[in-house]
C-alpha cells in the first residue's frame, strides 16, 4: 500500500488549524519541528492537564484526504490542515492500519502509528455538526473515530506535498488502532 502527501501543516501556537507549509521537518522522538505539539512529553492542552510528564503519542496527526471530500459531500468544507492535522495524505487507508505501522513520508522521514484521534469539541467550533461526520457508528453500533491517526517520528526528515508516503506492516498479530 502507498499514497502520497497532499499538505503539510505546522502552528507555533495553540490554535485548532494548522496553516499549510511548503515544507515541514520531522525530528526523531519529537515531532514536527517548531509546531506547538512537538515534544517528547505530551504537550495536548486536556492531556498536560491531567499528567504532563506522560510520553508524547501525538507528535504527528495524519488526515487522510478522502474525509474530506467525505465531509464535503456532507455540505462542510474543511481543507487540509483546517482539523489540527501536520500530514494530510491521499490514497492511504490511514484508518485501516494497525498500530506499530511505520509510514515512510519521503525520502527520508519515518513515522510510527501510535493510535486514533479523540476527536474534540473543538471541531464543532470549527464547524457546527461536523463532529458527527468524524464520529459515528458502525453496522454493529461500535463507536468509530474518523479524525485521522496519531504517530511519532522514528527518523526525521523534511517533508513535503508530493513526497511518496510507503506504509510498512508492522509484524502479526495486528493491534486495531485505539484513541491516543
Not at 455538526?129 to 474518523?146: E, H, I, N, P, S
Request: aromatic share 4%; proline share 6%; with cysteine.
Amino acid at each position: 500500500m502507498s499514497g502520497t502527501i497532499a499538505a503539510v501543516s505546522s502552528n507555533g501556537t495553540y490554535s485548532f488549524t494548522k496553516p499549510n507549509r511548503e515544507s515541514i521537518t520531522l525530528i526523531a522522538g519529537h515531532g514536527v519541528e517548531g509546531d506547538v505539539h512537538a515534544g517528547t512529553t505530551v504537550k495536548h492542552r486536556f492531556r498536560m492537564a491531567k499528567d504532563p510528564s506522560q510520553p508524547n503519542l501525538r507528535q504527528v496527526h495524519l488526515i487522510h484526504e478522502e474525509l474530506l471530500a467525505e465531509v464535503a459531500e456532507a455540505g462542510f468544507q474543511v481543507a487540509a490542515g483546517q482539523l489540527g492535522e501536520n500530514v494530510t495524505t491521499r490514497g492511504v487507508d490511514l484508518l485501516g492500519l494497525p498500530a506499530g505501522t511505520r509510514l515512510h513520508l519521503g525520502d527520508e522521514a519515518v513515522v510510527e502509528v501510535t493510535g486514533l484521534r479523540n476527536p474534540c469539541a473543538q471541531i464543532d467550533g470549527f464547524q457546527k455538526g461536523l463532529m458527527k461526520q468524524v464520529v459515528g457508528r458502525d453496522d454493529d453500533g461500535a463507536v468509530r473515530f474518523r479524525a485521522g491517526i496519531m504517530s511519532v517520528v522514528v527518523t526525521g526528515g523534511v517533508v513535503r506535498p508530493g513526497d511518496p508516503v510507503k506504509v510498512e506492516l508492522p509484524e502479526g498479530p495486528h493491534r486495531p488502532l485505539e484513541i491516543v
